[in-house]
């Protein structure tokens, strides 16, 4: 990908100093009663950088409408939603730092609620660290949105997870037919995959944020009662976006 930014916070600029290290940080957003499952919400960011995420950086504030829509959903029936703050705000090539974090916070749930089923939602790079730590052993679905994806990112994490992938069409960020060859490539491995195209859609989901919620939160929210045996009724708009046989979805 030629943008240093993937996730957009801000183009390539000057040289970066040194920056003081920084731990991840966790976000809770509980249900008021026993927790039966988690979601995780993972931020995008940069494709190189060791500077620090703060709270205010666009790409953790993209996802807080998500983490909220979530948790209005899914709070009474045992849900609750986790949000991820990387320690940097980089993917730096081999350390692919989001992914540690991930697989971090990812360790803190399992701790915490030995057991529960965890659903990850990420955004840019956040779906790519999304497809990538799905073969944590309690990860049982994952929506990436607007996934910074390659031809070389492999299929093997997402085997028998359920897969939704949400690209906007207008997307000049990340690639839109990178996404749809691995949906594609992992169709065969995953326990299910489905890719929905947003006509006129961009990176920063500022056009049918309507649609970008609403197929994020009905996809957890099924995954969750098909796994927790919870009783949900979903809203009828989702089952129209997103019908049960249909891989691929243009709306």
């Known amino acids: 990908m030629a943008n240093s930014s993937i996730g957009g916070d801000g183009g390539s600029g000057p040289a970066e100093t040194p920056a003081v290290a920084r731990e991840a940080v966790l976000s809770v957003l509980a249900s008021p009663g026993p927790t039966r499952g988690i979601a995780l919400v ?125 690209h906007g069409t207008t997307d000049r960020w990340t690639s839109p037919s990178a996404s749809l060859l691995f949906a594609r490539r992992a169709s065969a491995e995953a326990a299910s995959m489905q890719y929905v195209a947003l006509r006129g859609a961009g990176h920063f989901m500022l056009r049918k944020t309507r649609l970008w919620q609403t197929l994020t939160t009905g996809f957890v929210m099924k995954a969750f009662a098909e796994s927790t045996g919870a009783q949900i009724a979903l809203p009828t708009d989702f089952h129209r976006l997103l019908p049960e046989a249909a891989v691929q979805v243009t709306l």
């Open 42 to 166: 993972l931020h995008g960011g940069k494709s190189q950088s060791r500077k620090p995420v703060e709270a205010r950086h666009l790409s953790p504030v993209r996802m807080v409408p998500f983490a909220r829509h979530l948790h209005r959903a899914g709070r009474k029936h045992g849900l609750a939603v986790w949000s991820l703050r990387n320690s940097v705000r980089g993917w730096n090539g081999a350390d692919m730092s989001p992914l540690q974090d991930a697989r971090w916070a990812l360790t803190q749930i399992q701790e915490q609620h030995p057991g529960v089923p965890v659903f990850l939602v990420g955004h840019s790079m956040g779906g790519l660290t999304a497809v990538c730590a799905a073969d944590h052993p309690s990860v049982e679905a994952v929506v990436a949105l607007a996934p910074w994806l390659r031809p070389d990112t492999p299929v093997s994490a997402v085997a028998d997870r359920k897969v939704l992938i949400v």
